[in-house]
C-alpha cells in the first residue's frame, strides 16, 4: 500500500476509477464501511490544520504497507489530505469572514476537512459533495471526530444542471487531470453568484489551464515535511478565488 499511496497522490493521477460500494459475495450484505474505515486509519493532526483530526491512512497503518490487492478500498482518496486542501481549510480556519453566516458547498470533498472548517468558522449551511460512498462515510466519521454535523451529497454536480444557492464554493486539489479541469472550469463558470475557491499546490493542469487566467492568489502556504514528501516536490499549497468570470 505504501507505493500505492505514493502513486496515488501523484501529480498525474487520475481519479475516475471512484470506489463503489462493494458487497459482501458470501453474504450478499453491504459492506460495513464505517467498521474498515476506523479499523484501517488512524487519528492524525500531522498536517496543516492540527485543530481538525482526521481519520487518515498514514504511515503507522498496516493498510500503508500492504500490497494494494490487500486493500478492502479501491482508491481510498479520502483517506490522504491533500495538499491543495490542506492549504484551503488552514485558509478557512485564518479567515473565518470567508464563510462566516455563508452558504457552502466543498466539491470532491474527501476527508470533510475544508467543510469541517467552514462549519467550525461559522457557515450558516455546510454541503461536503463527493462522488465516492465510502468517503462520504469517512466525511461522517471525522464530523463525528471534531463534535459537527454537516450535511453530505453523493451526486456528481460537476456539470451537473443543478445550481444550488452556494453562496461559497471550494474546490480543494481538484485539477488533477486536463479533462476534468474543463469540466470544472466550465461548471465554475455556470455559479455566477457564488464566491469560489480553489486549493492547489501548483499541479500543471491548472497552471497551464485557460482557468488560471481567472484567478487571483489569496493565500500561499508552505506545506508540512509530511506532505512534502509525500507529493512528488510540492512545497507550498495556493489559494486562489476565481475573479475574472
Ligand atoms: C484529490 S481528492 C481531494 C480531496 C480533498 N478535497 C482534499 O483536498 O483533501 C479528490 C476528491 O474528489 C472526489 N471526486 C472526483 N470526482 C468528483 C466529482 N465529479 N464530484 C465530486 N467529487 C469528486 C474524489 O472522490 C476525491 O475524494
Known amino acids: 500500500m505504501k507505493n500505492k499511496a505514493f502513486r496515488l497522490i501523484a501529480s498525474s493521477l487520475t481519479l475516475r476509477k471512484i470506489a463503489k460500494p462493494k ?11 464505517r467498521h474498515h474505515i476506523i479499523e484501517q486509519t488512524e487519528v492524525s493532526t500531522n498536517h496543516l490544520t492540527p ?13 500503508w504497507h500492504q500490497k494494494e490487492d490487500e486493500s478492502v478500498f479501491k482508491d481510498p482518496f479520502w483517506a490522504f489530505y491533500w495538499p491543495g486542501g490542506q492549504a484551503l481549510t488552514r485558509f478557512i480556519l485564518d479567515h473565518p469572514e470567508v464563510v462566516r ?21 461559522g457557515a450558516s449551511q455546510v454541503t461536503a459533495n463527493d462522488i465516492d460512498l465510502v468517503a462520504i462515510e469517512a466525511i461522517h466519521l471525522n464530523c463525528e471526530l471534531n463534535s459537527v454535523t454537516i450535511a453530505t451529497s453523493l451526486d456528481d454536480l460537476i456539470g451537473s444542471q443543478s445550481r444550488g444557492n452556494w ?16 469540466r470544472v472550469h466550465e461548471w465554475t463558470r455556470s455559479l455566477s453568484g457564488s464566491s469560489i475557491f480553489i486549493g492547489d499546490p501548483g499541479r500543471l493542469f491548472l497552471a497551464n489551464h485557460p482557468l488560471k487566467k481567472e484567478l487571483n492568489l489569496v493565500h500561499r502556504v508552505e506545506l508540512p515535511d509530511s506532505s512534502k514528501e509525500e507529493n512528488y516536490g510540492f512545497t507550498e499549497g495556493y489559494v486562489w478565488e476565481i475573479v475574472n468570470r
Not at 111 to 120: D, E, H, L, T, Y
Not at 167 to 182: A, P, Q
Open 167 to 182: 453562496e461559497v464554493v471550494f474546490l480543494g486539489d481538484m485539477f488533477y487531470d486536463e479533462e476534468f479541469t474543463d
Open 101 to 121: 453566516g455563508r452558504s457552502v458547498l466543498d466539491v470532491g470533498s474527501g476527508c470533510g476537512a475544508s467543510a469541517i472548517a467552514a462549519v467550525k468558522s
Open 23 to 33: 458487497r459482501n459475495i458470501t453474504t450478499g450484505c453491504q459492506v460495513d464501511w
Open 51 to 63: 485543530e481538525i483530526p482526521l481519520r487518515l491512512i498514514t504511515r503507522n497503518c498496516p493498510l
